[in-house]
């Protein structure tokens, strides 16, 4: 079964040419002042981040009073009517949660939305390869309901019962702004980079203010069963190729239409190279080397035109 959905997603891959990424990012219900505050910045500096991806980044940011069900269903809906199979759809959830042992609830301005809710609208979006980042209190317990083949699943926590208040949501946004969550140095940050780091500086945040962490976050992309905290045994294959920020001459590649063709083709290259990663334990020896040996030089040889 590991071996078919890889296959599955390394066709996805290969069929995406990045035609579009639809972001959907909602800053919900704040109750105080001061969360009202923190979850309009994180949103909107997120936002300007995604959109600064070019005119293939669609954007839509939900802030104050638009954040509602209704307005929430409308952003939904347009990208359901937009969206093709080939586009990439991301939503970002930031604010409050609650789990009350059988469904979570995403706190919103008048009634909130469940779990099941969000990922039946989500369901209807046609993309092959969906993200959720869900960073709000109590996310964890909203993981099984969203997670599906095909859709990578975020959460601050790692249960519904980790209730406190987050601060994924500044760490996931920090993580577009700091050129040390691109890992590998491909000038360009992939959802599991972003995750790692929003991680690590979650981590550093309560051990810097001597508390017990009140957070633990996790993810799921494989469609089916526990999130877990750390990529391996297929976990995080569809993460690491889900590229959600350019940077520097990339960025720049994105935005010229002489070189967006070699850019897809770098990416595309590079989503390979991490599916055969993955499937090294499972293929044979000299083929993996042959195949990834092939990968490489293709890889350098895009990077030459691209970097011209």
């Known amino acids: 079964m590991r071996r078919a959905l890889l296959a599955a997603l390394l066709c996805a891959a290969a069929a995406s040419a990045r035609a579009a990424t639809y972001y959907v990012i909602v800053a919900g219900l704040g109750g105080e002042p001061d969360y009202v505050q923190r979850f309009t ?11 600064a991806e070019g005119p293939a980044a669609h954007v839509t940011t939900l802030t104050g ?46 009634p909130d939305m ?12 046609a993309s092959r390869r969906q993200l959720i980042v869900d960073t709000t209190s109590a996310s964890g317990g909203a993981v099984q309901a969203l997670e599906r083949p095909g859709r990578a699943v975020i959460a601050a926590t790692k249960s519904g019962t980790e209730k406190n208040a987050t601060v994924f949501a500044r760490f996931w946004v920090e993580a577009f702004q700091d050129p040390s969550a691109d890992t590998d140095k491909s000038g360009s940050v992939s959802a599991l980079e972003a995750f790692t780091y929003a991680t690590r500086k979650t981590a550093a945040f309560y051990d810097s203010q001597k508390r017990l962490a009140t957070e633990h976050a ?10 877990v905290r750390e990529a391996g045994s297929g976990e995080g294959l569809l993460l690491s190729t ?12 994105i935005n010229d239409p002489a070189k967006r063709a070699l850019l897809a083709q770098k990416d595309d290259l590079e989503e390979k190279i991490d599916m055969l990663k993955y499937q090294k334990a499972a293929m044979d020896p000299a ?22």
């Open 242 to 253: 889900f590229t959600l920020l350019r940077t520097g001459a990339s960025q720049e590649a």
């Open 218 to 227: 996790v993810f799921s992309d494989t469609g089916s069963g526990d999130p």
């Open 65 to 110: 009073a638009q954040a509602t069900a209704a307005q929430l269903r409308e952003a939904l809906g347009e990208v359901t009517r937009e969206a093709k199979a080939d586009d990439d759809f991301v939503m970002v959830l930031i604010g409050h949660g609650s789990y009350d042992g059988f469904e979570y609830k995403f706190n919103l301005v008048g």
């Open 114 to 125: 469940t779990a099941g809710e969000i990922a039946q609208l989500c369901d209807h979006i």
């Open 41 to 51: 910045a994180d949103a909107n500096e997120l936002s300007r981040i995604y959109k």
């Open 287 to 308: 083929d993996y080397k042959q195949q990834l040996t092939s990968a490489l030089v293709s890889l350098a040889k895009v990077q030459g035109e691209l970097d011209k």
